[in-house]
């Protein structure tokens, strides 16, 4: 079963563009594109009038590939032109990232806007996900991810830096209120929907991403204190909720991850 999941508020030229430049690479360079999803603001639920649209992709080599002893580059890139950018990693890169803690293929499986893919596919592969990732280290991930931006707005004001700091915090909050889990939604909304937040909080929020919504240049200036207020606290929190892991035997995951690249390099014949 094929996937698509579109939303009527994209710029449908920009979307034809996507498809075409995904169609490009399947064909140029010889590789099957089982998944391709976005994966910027647009996907996290707080998009602003000249958002890019970045399409980010898992794609299989040819079979021949694989059984060369030559190794060939495991990324496709294509330039940025306009608002798209369309950039993709070859599936066994984005399992040995998996694997090593790197949540940014979960982040991809998880977003709720996908170009293309096979159900199968992706459902198999968020399975294998749940399995192996390493929760302390998914959410130290975000943790270094969040505070970065945090400090990066700390020095220039700008507010569209407030929501790369707040997605990240609001994913530790989901984290730790959702204990048995390792992979966390991507989309804004989702996150504060499955969470038990201050009231403060969710209006704040709800009226400064309706500002980003409808504003090309939001500008400098203060964090509304509800917000300001969270992040702080769950990254202070979650430096001691989710500790620096020791070596963790990674025997298994690399078992599962080979079993499931397997299945899909032979398919690509």
Not at 130 to 137: K, L, S, T
């Given at each position: 079963m094929s996937l698509r999941a579109v939303p009527e508020s994209m710029d449908?030229?920009?979307v034809g563009s996507v498809d075409a430049e995904l169609?490009?690479?399947e064909r140029e360079h010889r590789v099957r594109v089982p998944l391709a999803i976005e994966s910027g603001s647009r996907a996290w639920g707080f998009p602003s009038p000249d958002s890019d649209y970045d399409c980010r992709f898992v794609y299989v080599a040819p079979l021949d590939t694989y059984l060369s002893p030559w190794r060939t580059r495991d990324v496709i890139e294509t330039p940025l032109v306009g608002l798209l950018d369309v950039n993709g990693w070859e599936l066994g890169k984005a399992l040995r990232l998996l694997v090593k803690g790197n949540a940014v293929l979960i982040e991809w499986l998880m977003s709720p806007i996908v170009y293309r893919g096979d159900a199968g596919f992706r459902a198999e592969l968020r399975a294998l996900a749940?399995?192996?990732?390493?929760?302390?280290?998914v959410a130290r991930h975000y943790l270094h991810l969040g505070a970065r931006q945090w400090e990066l707005f700390d020095r220039n004001r700008s507010l569209k830096k407030v929501f790369y700091a707040l997605r990240p915090a609001m994913a530790l909050r989901w984290l730790r209120e959702h204990p048995e889990a390792a992979v966390a939604p991507m989309h804004l909304p989702t996150l504060l929907a499955q969470c038990e937040l201050p009231a403060d909080l969710v209006t704040a929020v709800a009226e400064l991403t309706e500002l980003k919504s409808r504003t090309r240049e939001m500008g400098s200036g203060a964090v509304p204190a509800p917000?300001?207020?969270f992040i702080v606290?769950?990254?202070g929190s979650a430096t001691d909720a989710f500790p620096r892991s020791g070596e963790r035997d990674l025997g298994?995951?690399?078992?599962?991850?080979?079993?499931f690249f397997r299945a899909q390099a032979l398919s690509a014949r």
């Open positions: 449908p030229t920009v169609d490009r690479i749940e399995q192996i990732a390493a929760r302390d280290q917000i300001a207020d606290g769950e990254f298994r995951a690399r078992d599962l991850t080979a079993e």
